[in-house]
């Protein structure tokens, strides 16, 4: 069970890895982080590591270069991906005039967070979630973008080298993929806890069980054997903070459940916004520094856990080494 797990964070740094004034192409809305050491069939690559991240509403993935995951990072500018190669909108979802006004009217919910409106209809490409596939020898990245008004979905595109993706149309489920493989499918945990299933993990996914409330915000997974450890954020918590659930990989899939909740990490240092005035989060972007953590990401090597989480709301990345021991 999670209560009985002993969790250990160490930051790597006393800073995050990624901030806006690293480059000022990337942007000041920082978050949704998935890193991969590059495989060795990828012919000069840029650096050991490859960061993608995104700008909440922004109009393509970033990728940042190292070859320390301390860093120092650099930043590609072309990105990863941008909107006219993603299959999504890439204008302004239509929107009529009485659905116009019903968002245009809508109280704002905050300072820094964008307008309903803007929301309902502003094309963008945002949490990549991305994975060496070497039984393919491609690098994979599941992403969301708009697909209607309202509507956000998730797509995939693959490369042989990172640098160059290539979408593929078909939707495959709600927005925040989260894979993993095991037992011979692929399997993807999306905003709010929704889990999926495909043989491939490219196409056909098939929608199963509601795991979390609607109010969880992003994910992240490890699995280890037989369970899976779901690494989130709660919309409404103050401070929003990292917490941690597990989930027993039974037989049937469908009958998967969602146990226990734990504190892994919060704001505890002023670049991650700790020296800010807490207040309950909302859901949607946020477009001022803020007491929050969110948008965990999780990244193993050589048995060697990283959490890498978006700091002060969406102004950065931070990294932290993470132990669990039974």
Known sequence: MVGDLN?????????????PDLDGGIGTNIQGPSLIEVPDWVPRPLGRYYLYFADHKGSYIRLAFADELDGPWSIHPPGALDLDRSHFLATPAPVSDEERARLEAAPSRGEGVPSALFTATQPHLASPDVHVRRDRRQIVMYYHGLEG????????ATSPDGLRFTARPELLGRSYFRAFPYRGYWYALSMPGVIYRSRDGLSGFEEGPTLFEPTMRHAAVLRRRNRLFVFWSNVGDNPERILLSTIELSDDWRNWTAEGQREVLRPE??????????????????????????????????????????VAGEAGIGIAELTLRC
């Open 7 to 19: 969790i250990e964070i160490r930051r790597l740094l006393d800073a995050p890895i990624i901030y």
């Open 149 to 156: 008004l309202s509507l956000q979905r998730t797509r995939v």
């Open 269 to 310: 240092w002023a670049w991650e916004g700790a020296e800010l005035p807490r207040d309950p989060s909302v859901r949607d972007a946020i477009n001022i520094r803020v007491n929050q953590v969110r948008d965990p990401a999780i990244y193993v090597e050589n048995d060697r856990v990283y959490l890498l989480y978006s």
